[in-house]
Every structure is written in C-alpha cells, then in structure tokens.
C-alpha cells in the first residue's frame, strides 16, 4: 500500500533551519505532484509548499516564500522542504501529501486533491 512517512522535524531557535523529508512507498513517485501541508494548534491546515511530478513547478504560500525550498529525488522516492529563518509562527505539524498526475506538470496547492498522506512531523520554533 502507499505510505508517506515524514521526518526531520524538531525544536529549534528563531532563525534556525530544519529539512523535512517525506519518503513515498507503493507508488510511482516520478507519477505524483507532491506538496507539504501544515496544521497549528487551534487552526486549520494550510498550504506551505507543492511541486510538480518532474520538479520543473512549484508553489509556495506568501508565508514562506524565500524561506522554504521544496525539492524532491524521484530517484530516492522523496520530496524534502528545506526550512530556513525558522519564525516562531511556523510551528506546527507538517504533512507531505501526494497527487497522482496525468496530464499537466504543475503544481497543487489545495488540499482536497491530494489522495494520501503522511501522518506529520512537529516542528516547534522557540523565541
């Protein structure tokens, strides 16, 4: 079956950086858009980062532009989120999510479309 299992999270500083990976199993990865999602206590799930099953679109929220890089290793089966000038407001739990894709090399930002997900890694930023 497929699984995503996130890792990498933890507590760091303002200002600090992590990189969250997602490794995939059980589906043609190179086939997926892919995207990293995340949820605060007491808020909704938000959209941070997507890209395209070849890599070549992605998409950032407003909140993390110039911050935060996705990339992925079709290779590797694994789509990372690279986390820079970490903020206090980025605390949460992140999930990666996939999207099977046919047609279109682009980018997915709702939510709603992706079929499977990971079940989270905390991410704690202190001040």
């Given at each position: 079956q497929v699984q995503l299992v996130e890792s990498g999270g933890g507590l760091v500083q303002a200002g600090d950086s992590l990189r969250l990976s997602?490794?995939?199993s059980g589906l043609t990865f190179s086939t997926y858009a892919m995207a990293?999602?995340?949820q605060a206590p007491g808020?909704?799930?938000e959209d941070v980062a997507a890209i395209?099953?070849?890599g070549g679109n992605r998409y950032y929220a407003d909140s993390v532009k110039g911050r935060f890089t996705i990339f992925r290793d079709n290779a590797k089966n694994t789509v990372y989120l690279q986390m820079n000038s970490l903020k206090p407001?980025?605390?949460a739990v992140y999930y990666c999510a996939a999207?099977?894709?046919t047609h279109y090399d682009s980018a997915y930002s709702s939510p709603t479309t992706y079929a499977y997900w990971g079940r989270g890694t905390q991410?704690?930023?202190s001040s």
């Open positions: 997602c490794a995939t990293w999602f995340r808020k909704e799930r395209s099953w070849s407001e980025d605390t999207r099977f894709t991410v704690t930023v």
